[in-house]
Protein backbone atom coordinates (compact mmCIF):
# COMPACT_ATOMS: atom_id res chain seq x y z
CA UNK A 1 0.00 0.00 0.00
CA UNK A 2 1.22 3.16 -0.89
CA UNK A 3 1.02 6.56 1.33
CA UNK A 4 -1.47 8.02 -1.36
CA UNK A 5 -3.67 4.65 -0.83
CA UNK A 6 -2.79 5.13 3.10
CA UNK A 7 -4.56 8.73 2.91
CA UNK A 8 -7.64 7.92 0.89
CA UNK A 9 -8.32 4.53 3.08
CA UNK A 10 -7.92 7.04 6.21
CA UNK A 11 -10.52 9.30 4.54
CA UNK A 12 -13.06 7.24 4.01
CA UNK A 13 -12.70 5.81 7.40
CA UNK A 14 -13.33 9.33 9.10
CA UNK A 15 -15.99 10.18 6.50
CA UNK A 16 -13.98 12.67 4.99
CA UNK A 17 -14.36 13.74 1.44
CA UNK A 18 -11.31 14.57 -1.04
CA UNK A 19 -12.98 18.16 -1.34
CA UNK A 20 -13.18 18.81 2.57
CA UNK A 21 -9.31 17.26 2.64
CA UNK A 22 -8.25 19.86 0.36
CA UNK A 23 -9.74 22.12 1.70
CA UNK A 24 -8.31 21.66 5.44
CA UNK A 25 -5.02 20.74 4.07
CA UNK A 26 -4.92 24.36 2.20
CA UNK A 27 -6.10 26.47 5.43
CA UNK A 28 -3.12 24.88 7.28
CA UNK A 29 -1.24 27.16 4.95
CA UNK A 30 1.55 23.84 3.93
CA UNK A 31 4.97 25.57 1.79
CA UNK A 32 6.29 23.75 -1.09
CA UNK A 33 9.87 24.19 -0.92
CA UNK A 34 10.03 24.57 -4.51
CA UNK A 35 7.87 27.39 -4.83
CA UNK A 36 7.65 28.58 -0.75
CA UNK A 37 3.78 28.73 -1.90
CA UNK A 38 0.87 26.39 -0.75
CA UNK A 39 -0.10 23.58 -3.52
CA UNK A 40 -3.09 24.37 -5.54
CA UNK A 41 -6.54 22.11 -4.68
CA UNK A 42 -6.38 20.69 -8.19
CA UNK A 43 -2.11 19.58 -7.09
CA UNK A 44 -3.82 18.20 -3.75
CA UNK A 45 -6.20 15.78 -5.92
CA UNK A 46 -3.26 15.33 -7.76
CA UNK A 47 -1.70 13.60 -5.38
CA UNK A 48 -4.90 11.83 -4.19
CA UNK A 49 -5.39 10.12 -7.27
CA UNK A 50 -1.30 9.26 -8.02
CA UNK A 51 -1.03 11.36 -10.60
CA UNK A 52 1.61 13.30 -8.79
CA UNK A 53 3.90 12.44 -5.97
CA UNK A 54 3.27 14.03 -2.33
CA UNK A 55 6.34 16.07 -1.48
CA UNK A 56 7.45 15.18 1.97
CA UNK A 57 7.13 18.75 3.27
CA UNK A 58 3.46 18.06 3.78
CA UNK A 59 3.56 15.16 5.14
CA UNK A 60 3.48 16.87 9.00
CA UNK A 61 -0.10 19.07 7.19
CA UNK A 62 -1.20 15.51 5.59
CA UNK A 63 -1.19 14.12 9.77
CA UNK A 64 -2.28 17.30 10.99
CA UNK A 65 -5.69 17.26 9.29
CA UNK A 66 -5.89 12.88 9.40
CA UNK A 67 -5.55 13.69 12.90
CA UNK A 68 -2.71 10.89 12.86
CA UNK A 69 1.38 10.78 13.98
CA UNK A 70 3.16 11.32 10.93
CA UNK A 71 4.37 7.26 10.83
CA UNK A 72 1.34 6.18 10.71
CA UNK A 73 0.98 7.29 7.19
CA UNK A 74 4.05 4.85 6.60
CA UNK A 75 2.41 2.06 8.46
CA UNK A 76 0.95 -0.44 6.41
CA UNK A 77 -1.11 -2.34 9.47
CA UNK A 78 -4.47 -1.37 8.06
CA UNK A 79 -4.48 -5.20 6.14
CA UNK A 80 -6.36 -6.32 9.63
CA UNK A 81 -9.34 -4.20 7.73
CA UNK A 82 -11.88 -6.44 6.05
CA UNK A 83 -15.66 -5.55 4.03
CA UNK A 84 -17.14 -6.39 7.38
CA UNK A 85 -15.30 -4.58 9.73
CA UNK A 86 -14.15 -1.57 7.53
CA UNK A 87 -15.79 1.11 9.15
CA UNK A 88 -14.22 -0.73 12.90
CA UNK A 89 -10.64 -0.77 11.35
CA UNK A 90 -8.96 1.70 13.32
CA UNK A 91 -10.49 -0.05 16.71
CA UNK A 92 -9.06 -3.03 15.38
CA UNK A 93 -5.32 -1.44 14.28
CA UNK A 94 -5.78 -0.29 18.50
CA UNK A 95 -6.63 -3.77 19.78
CA UNK A 96 -3.84 -5.04 17.38
CA UNK A 97 -1.59 -2.49 19.13
CA UNK A 98 -2.55 -3.25 22.45
CA UNK A 99 -1.88 -7.05 21.82
CA UNK A 100 1.50 -6.75 23.13
CA UNK A 101 0.28 -6.21 26.85
CA UNK A 102 -1.48 -8.80 26.88
CA UNK A 103 -0.32 -11.71 29.15
CA UNK A 104 0.06 -14.79 26.50
CA UNK A 105 -2.63 -17.10 29.32
CA UNK A 106 -4.96 -14.63 28.42
CA UNK A 107 -3.78 -14.59 24.24
CA UNK A 108 -4.91 -17.82 24.11
CA UNK A 109 -8.40 -17.45 25.86
CA UNK A 110 -8.65 -14.21 23.38
CA UNK A 111 -8.01 -16.81 20.73
CA UNK A 112 -10.43 -19.29 21.60
CA UNK A 113 -13.57 -16.27 21.74
CA UNK A 114 -12.24 -15.54 18.37
CA UNK A 115 -12.18 -18.28 16.79
CA UNK A 116 -16.07 -19.36 18.80
CA UNK A 117 -17.07 -15.52 16.39
CA UNK A 118 -15.66 -17.18 13.54
CA UNK A 119 -17.80 -20.43 13.65
CA UNK A 120 -20.97 -18.44 14.31
CA UNK A 121 -20.40 -16.10 11.59
CA UNK A 122 -19.36 -18.50 9.02
CA UNK A 123 -22.64 -21.04 10.10
CA UNK A 124 -24.79 -17.93 9.12
CA UNK A 125 -23.70 -18.37 6.13
Known amino acids: MTV???????????????????????AADPKLLSTGKPPSESTIY????GGREIKIELIPYIADVLNIKEQELFEFDIEYATNYNYQLSKEV????SLLQYV???KIKELKDKL?????????QL
Open 4 to 26: KDKINYLLQEQNMSKREFARKLL
Open 46 to 49: GYLN
Open 93 to 96: REIV
Open 103 to 105: PSS
Open 115 to 123: LKYKILDSE
